[in-house]
């Protein structure tokens, strides 16, 4: 069994940056995939970088070129740096591994950018 923690979420003024980190423990099965997800209030929960085992990156229109996903080198820990944080980006984040046996998620952790 694979267990997710996220930590780095918090309360920061729009334009500031934030650094969260997921680090995995258990039975470490060959990941195919890694993401962060994020859901806001009263929305569905939207896929907001992704990382595949070839290196390629995927992100939400709305964070490209602000938010920027990164792995350790085991691929056991990731990240997702959050520059110029918008109100809009207010939402619970979610880390992801995507393994051949199934998905597997966090806790997630609260961001919220308010001034």
């Known amino acids: 069994q694979v267990r997710l923690v996220e930590s780095g979420g918090g309360l920061v003024d729009p334009g500031e940056s934030l650094r969260l980190s997921c680090k995995a423990s258990?039975?470490?099965?060959?990941?195919?995939?890694r993401a962060w997800y994020r859901q806001g209030p009263g929305k569905e929960r939207e896929l907001v970088a992704g990382?595949?085992?070839?290196?390629?990156?995927r992100y939400l229109d709305s964070v490209k070129g602000r938010f920027s996903i990164s792995r350790d080198k085991p691929g056991t820990e990731i990240f997702l740096q959050m520059n110029s944080l918008q109100p809009e980006d207010t939402a619970v984040y979610y880390c992801?591994?995507?393994?051949?046996?199934?998905?597997?998620w966090g806790q997630g952790t609260q961001v919220t950018v308010s001034s």
């Open positions: 992801n591994f995507k393994t051949s046996y199934g998905d597997y």
């Open positions: 258990g039975r470490i099965l060959p990941i195919n995939a």
């Open positions: 990382l595949v085992s070839n290196g390629a990156t």
